[in-house]
């Protein structure tokens, strides 16, 4: 049994840790997020270029440095700490993961598009009506000739305005929640047809509606197999929960310690509020849902190889912990830090808010706990 | 013991209601549907409507324009506003400090100030907290020291800075507690002082909340002129006149009518959101349950409310077991946006404040402001003595700890 890193896992995490430092400290990205665009596509060419680190989960033969999901583990929960809102979960966790499972065609120059930092994905899967179902679609694509034809409405797509390509999910068959009938496409975001309303998010990212108009795609665009995507599916998100866990960690890192620091500092009563053993046990409480929620971090990473009922299992059950934690101890770090905590010029209010979505990002503690008693208990 | 209403108490319910529905005012309805942030003269306008009717502050003494109405026709009151969802009567004058005046306040000060906070014509923001006296509010430092003007009139003259001060941006005129001993024990040497806030060195400073609304400021105060007679209650007694203005925020702050309607809003919203799967949220399983626990405990504080009432009537004034209703109303209101904001699901995301109207809806109405409506929320639990401090208040107050 081993939980430490690899000598080359250490380096990515120095790396990130460092260059995050120096280039996104909290004014910094309060500035970037108000912009008009919402992020730094300098930074996005850092990443790329300067710091190396959008090929490290990506295998060598496609260009990559031959790591895999513990390497995108390391650089989330430092993203995580920094709020960086750049879209490596969209581009390499998710993005990555349909390429690298499905090897669909043209998948090897993607990558590479990837790693120089020029392809970003964003991931349009979910529907107005559809909340955490993945098989609840009624985006469909149709025949036509060789290639296909897209309509639907996607809701609340991360990233998008940011994106140079959507991976979208939709019916080419079946009934509204059926599992078989989904197939998943490669779509340009500036191909015809596809129109867009971007907006802000409460933690600070961009989103879109993303509405597909009769748009015309090659049969090279779909991903995976026809029809029968669902699992494919299933396993990016479940990828992409891992690294959303990982995420989570670093933010609730963050919210425990800056909670430690406050109440250290600030008196009242004559003496520092961390003094108060009411609010110690508090602290206490908080360090141990983090702990958990690091835990059940690792345990999702290592489970995502496992056959697909495990992992779903396991990807669930860390889930669960990650969303009950970010709720406690973002709800508690924002009730120990006082009035201060509801202010918008300190960060503890934006780790909260980011620890708030996180909650409901890939399903809702009630969705997974769902799921894990299907798999676990019987349906 | 009975919770029968009698013929009295409906036919009295029946006129409340039809007066808010004949005369709250369209435009107010508007704004609050699309969220538009309200104006000073919106806040105004629905408390000067019921000061004409002479319903504006109930809870007075009759002789300043009580209503002399029962706790039974209070509490239908509050439940009719709340199902008509109308704006709340602005506590700061009404609620807080009239109390303190009536209570406390000479003849003199009461035929003053009374009549305008009565009528909506001034608006009242509190100066309490400072940046270092929060939860520890007997530490405030803001300095009130006794001059002689050039008028040869007495003065205080007022320094320091009070914070969280509450659409302070709007306030006519604040009730300040200033330190006017810095040699006694903390609480014996405070005052309690009404100060006009376009006085000459007051200034007021935005503080923008995490969800981006400006609800509350920093007040600084700096050489301010405050004429001796603006003092209520005696120097250096002005922590009697705190500590009774809290229990009265404490017993309005249960906010169980609301609630109520909060929870009705909540299954209305549930009703129309989907499930993972076919069917409403209302009739998933899990959300369902949630729903359920937060009615009986919202039920458990209503009448946990009514039997303080019932004490009220019976001449007992709020006492410290009101710090419940702090506690139970605050933690209540913090759920029903838990669950309007898990209700949103994919759309509790958009941030839509200062978005340009073009760009037209995002998502479905019911979802709009819900994150928003959470992060606001949280200083439910912090405000007016932090829940942690309430406890304190049971263990010491009510079971002598």
Not at chain 1, 52 to 59: D, Q, R, S, V, Y
Not at chain 2, 121 to 127: D, E, H, I, L, T
Request: aromatic content about 8%; proline content about 4%; overall charge negative.
């Amino acid at each position: 049994m081993d939980f430490s890193f690899t000598d080359e896992q250490s380096m990515l995490r120095d790396t990130v840790a460092s260059y995050l430092a120096d280039h996104y400290d909290f004014d910094t990205r309060r500035t970037a997020v108000k912009s008009a665009s919402g992020w730094r596509p300098e930074v996005w060419k850092a990443f790329a270029e300067e710091l190396g680190i959008l090929g490290a989960a990506f295998p060598e033969e496609l260009g990559g440095l031959g790591g895999g999901a513990i390497d995108n583990m390391v650089v989330m929960e430092e993203f995580g700490k920094a709020l960086v809102v750049e879209p490596y979960l969209g581009t390499v966790v998710i993005g990555g993961g349909f390429l690298k499972h499905a090897n669909p065609a043209g998948a090897a120059e993607l990558i590479s598009g990837v790693i120089d930092g020029s392809v970003t994905f964003a991931f349009a899967y979910a529907e107005p009506q559809g909340r955490y179902n993945l098989a609840n679609l009624v985006t469909t694509a149709r025949k036509d000739g060789a290639g296909w034809v897209l309509n639907g409405h996607k809701a609340v797509v991360i990233g998008a305005p940011w994106a140079s390509h959507l991976i979208v999910t939709a019916r080419t068959g079946g009934a509204q929640r059926d599992a078989g009938g989904v197939s998943v496409f490669l779509v340009d975001r500036n191909a015809g047809g596809v129109v867009t309303r971007d907006y802000p998010t409460v933690d600070g990212r961009r989103a879109s509606e993303v509405f597909f108009e009769n748009v015309s795609l090659p049969a090279s665009a779909l991903i995976g197999e026809e029809g029968a995507a669902l699992p494919l599916v299933e396993q990016v998100v479940d990828e992409a929960i891992a690294a959303t866990c990982a995420e989570a960690c670093g933010v609730l890192r963050k919210l425990h310690e800056g909670t430690l620091e406050y109440t250290k500092q600030r008196k009242q009563f004559g003496q520092p509020i961390a003094a108060f053993q009411v609010l110690q046990h508090r602290m206490v409480d908080m360090f141990i849902q983090v702990e958990q929620a690091v835990s059940m971090t690792y345990m999702a990473h290592i489970k995502l190889s496992e056959p697909a009922a495990e992992r779903a299992k396991a990807l669930s059950a860390a889930k669960v912990q990650i969303g009950r934690a970010c709720r406690f101890v973002g709800q508690n770090a924002i009730q120990l830090h006082g009035g201060m905590g509801m202010t918008d010029e300190m960060a503890i209010g934006h780790y909260f808010k980011r620890a708030t979505m996180i909650e409901g990002e890939f399903g809702s503690v009630d969705h997974h706990l769902h799921r894990y008693e299907t798999l676990s208990l019987g349906a | 013991m009975d919770l029968d209403f009698s013929p009295q108490d409906a036919a009295f319910r029946a006129e409340v209601r039809a007066f808010i529905a004949e005369n709250y005012p369209q435009a107010l309805r508007d704004k609050q549907r699309d969220e538009e942030a309200l104006s000073k003269e919106d806040y105004l306008s629905w408390h000067r409507i019921l000061a004409q009717k002479g319903w504006s502050a109930p809870s007075w003494p009759k002789e300043w324009g009580g209503t002399g109405w029962t706790p039974t026709q209070k509490y239908i009151w509050s439940e009719e506003q709340a199902r008509a969802d109308t704006i709340a009567v602005l506590p700061f004058g009404v609620n807080m400090l009239a109390p303190v005046i009536y209570t406390f306040g000479t003849e003199e000060q009461k035929a003053r100030f009374l009549p305008g906070i009565r009528d909506g014509q001034v608006w009242w923001c509190q100066g309490y907290s400072e940046p270092g006296a929060g939860s520890d509010l007997a530490s405030l430092k803001t300095k009130a020291e006794r001059i002689t003007g050039d008028d040869g009139k007495d003065y205080y003259l007022v320094n320091g800075q009070k914070t969280w001060t509450t659409l302070g941006q709007y306030a006519d005129w604040g009730f300040f507690l200033v330190r006017t001993d810095a040699n006694a024990k903390p609480q014996a040497g405070i005052s309690f002082l009404l100060i006009d806030m376009t006085s000459p060195g007051v200034t007021v400073r935005p503080l923008i909340t995490l969800e981006g609304g400006h609800e509350v400021n920093d007040v600084f105060l700096d050489n301010v002129k405050v004429p001796v007679e603006n003092r209520i209650y005696h120097e250096n007694q002005g922590w009697t006149c705190a500590k009774a203005l809290l229990l009265h925020e404490r017993s309005g702050i249960a906010g169980v009518a609301r609630s109520k309607r909060g929870l009705e809003r909540l299954r209305q919203v549930a009703r129309t959101q989907l499930a993972d799967n076919a069917g409403p949220l209302l009739a998933d399983p899990f959300f369902k349950r949630k729903v359920a626990e937060l009615e009986i405990d919202l039920t458990a504080l209503e009448f946990t409310e009514l039997r303080t009432l019932a004490g009220e009537s019976s001449g007992k004034g709020p006492g410290p077991e009101s710090s419940i209703l702090k506690i139970k109303g605050t933690e209540i209101q913090q759920r029903l946006t838990e669950l309007a904001l898990e209700a949103a699901g994919h759309y509790g995301a958009p941030y839509l404040r200062g978005l340009p109207h073009n760009i037209g809806a995002i998502g479905p109405d019911e979802a709009h402001g819900v994150a928003g409506a959470y992060f606001n929320t949280r200083k439910t639990s912090i405000y007016g003595g932090s829940n942690e401090i309430q406890r304190n208040i049971i263990a010491k107050a009510v079971l002598g700890l």
